[in-house]
Nanobody
Framework: QVQLVESGGGLVQAGDSLRPSCAAS????????MGWFRQAPGKEREFVAA????????YYADSVKGRFTISRDNAKNTVYLQINSLKPEDTDVYYC???????????????????????WGQGTQVTVSS
């Protein structure tokens, strides 16, 4: 069972940047596509970005293209989400999770994770003031 610890959120002003990170342990991190979701209270969890097992392929939600960059360091079992030009509507709890299959394509990740009821980390809160 994978353990996930997200960190790096915070309270910032519109236009600022943040880089949440997600440290994973418990299984072979480097074999899996990793991704980020975000969720506001009372709303459905929303896909943000995914990165392939070797970092060679990335996939983003249309709403974040151009401002969000996902990356990973397999030596550190960590995936990152660089968020630039933050907007108040980016205020959410951000969660990371591995894909449910080994070496799955990034474009399949959001659908598989949305239907999987496996474990998630505690998330990291990002709050953007206007």
């Amino acid at each position: 069972q994978v353990q996930l610890v997200e960190s790096g959120g915070g309270l910032v002003q519109a236009g600022d940047s943040l880089r949440p990170s997600c440290a994973a342990s418990g299984r072979t991190f480097s074999s899996y596509t990793m991704g980020w979701f975000r969720q506001a209270p009372g709303k459905e969890r929303e896909f943000v970005a995914a990165i392939s097992w070797n970092g060679g392929s990335t996939y983003y939600a249309d709403s974040v293209k151009g401002r969000f960059t996902i990356s990973r360091d397999n030596a550190k079992n960590t995936v990152y989400l660089q968020i630039n030009s933050l907007k108040p509507e980016d205020t959410d709890v951000y969660y990371c999770a591995p894909d449910t299959v080994t070496a799955g394509p990034t474009w399949s990740y959001p659908n598989r994770r949305k239907t999987d009821v496996g474990s998630w980390g505690q998330g990291t809160q990002v709050t953007v003031s206007s």
